[in-house]
Structure formats: C-alpha cells, structure tokens
T-cell receptor
Framework: GAVVSQHPSWVICKSGTSVKIECRSL??????MFWYRQFPKQSLMLMAT?????????EQGVEKDKFLINHASLTLSTLTVTSAHPEDSSFYIC?????????????FGDGTRLSIL | DAKTTQPPSMDCAEGRAANLPCNHS???????VYWYRQIHSQGPQYIIH???NNETNEMASLIITEDRKSSTLILPHATLRDTAVYYC?????????????FGKGTHLIIQP
C-alpha cells in the first residue's frame, strides 16, 4: 500500500528556534499533502493543504507566517515552525493524496512529536 | 462533510469480534464512509471505506445500513494490538483535495 514517511519522529529544541519537518510519499506521486496538529487527548486538526507547485491553503486560525509549508515536488512537502515557542509543542502529522489514487484514502505519516523548551 | 456520532469508548475481549458503530444520519448520496484508527503516538492508519455496499478487506469488514444512515466496523478477531482510537469519517469520495475532519472517535480497548 501507499507509504508516507515523516522525519524527524521526535524533536526537542529551545524556544525561538525554527524546526523543519519533512513529509515524503515513498511509492506514489502526491499532488496534495495535508498537515495536521494534535494536542494531548485531542483529535487531529487540519492546519493546511498544500498542492505541488503552489501556495498552501491554511485553515482559519493557523498563522501562515508561523507555519511555512513548501511542496516543491510530487514526493516531498516540508513544514517549518518558525520561532517556535512552548505553545507550539504538539504532535504534527502529514498525509498525502495522489491524482492517480482518485478514489482511494489519504495515507498518513507516523507523525513528529515537537517539544519546545 | 456529514457529521458522525460514535461512542467515546468500548471494551472487547481478545479473540472476540469488535463491532464499532457509527451514526451518520445526514450523509449525502455521494459521500463515502471511511474508517481510520490511531494507535497511541502514531499517525492514523486507513482501515476501510465504502459507499453503500458492505466491504471486507484483510483488516476489517464494513457494514452499511440500507438507508446509509449508520455503519458498523467489524474487527473479526480482535487482538491487543487493535487497541486504538477508531475514527468514522464521512466525505465525498476520492483521495481528494480536502483534508479530513476528525471527530473524537471511539477508544477501543481490547482486554486480555
């Protein structure tokens, strides 16, 4: 089945630094990738949608200058949390959808646990 | 996307069938029922989806009522590794250009 890889799986960094998370589709071309965030004991919340070669679309309340998304190829999207602060600590998860998988489900990465000290 | 209602938690004995219900009374004719699960500290895993016919794969079976207002996910022989939060999501078919809306799901606990 379709495989989505996310890296790193876990990161701890100091407040004020920027953190980049990668999401790769390993065996299919992902025309659309999605970024979600999950706080403890809560469900996943969609942050943004990115289409290859175009600007990401952000959900209401998500700061686009804070969470930079790049989807430069059909197999890679990156999420950069800029000037991260403790309130940005969360579980970040990506998913991918391909144009050749027209009636198939989205496939998720294993998530990145971000802790800001 | 249509709203779904699931029980917050369920227990099931290991080796028995786990039957997880989902109500989606406002489902539209072109909306599919998708099931995902999330094991602790992992990304969601796709299980199965269907439109109106019952579906079965190597993981589970999906039973959709004739009026499509509810469905049941069946794990035929539950194991401890099936302990997870199960999400029922209704949406227009397709991998799609839209992100998924996750409710609170059902926390299934498999008891030894």
């Amino acid at each position: 089945g379709a495989v989505v890889s996310q890296h790193p799986s876990w990161v701890i960094c100091k407040s004020g630094t920027s953190v980049k998370i990668e999401c790769r589709s390993l065996d299919f071309q992902a025309t659309t990738m999605f970024w979600y965030r999950q706080f403890p004991k809560q469900s996943l919340m969609l942050m943004a949608t990115s289409n290859e070669g175009s600007k990401a679309t952000y959900e209401q309340g998500v700061e686009k200058d804070k969470f930079l998304i790049n989807h430069a190829s059909l197999t890679l999207s990156t999420l950069t949390v800029t000037s991260a602060h403790p309130e940005d600590s969360s579980f970040y998860i990506c998913s991918a959808s391909g144009y050749l998988l027209s009636n198939q489900p989205q496939h998720f990465g294993d998530g990145t646990r971000l802790s800001i000290l | 996307d249509a709203k779904t209602t699931q029980p917050p938690s369920m227990d099931c004995a290991e080796g028995r069938a786990a039957n997880l219900p989902c109500n989606h009374s406002t489902i539209s004719g072109n909306e599919y029922v998708y099931w995902y699960r999330q094991i602790h500290s992992q990304g969601p895993q796709y299980i199965i989806h269907g439109l109106k016919n019952n579906e079965t794969n190597e993981m589970a079976s999906l039973i959709i009522t004739e009026d499509r207002k509810s469905s049941t996910l069946i794990l035929p022989h539950a194991t401890l590794r099936d302990t997870a939060v199960y999400y029922c999501i209704v949406r227009v078919g397709g991998g799609g250009a839209d992100g998924l809306t996750f409710g609170k799901g059902t926390h299934l606990i498999i008891q030894p």
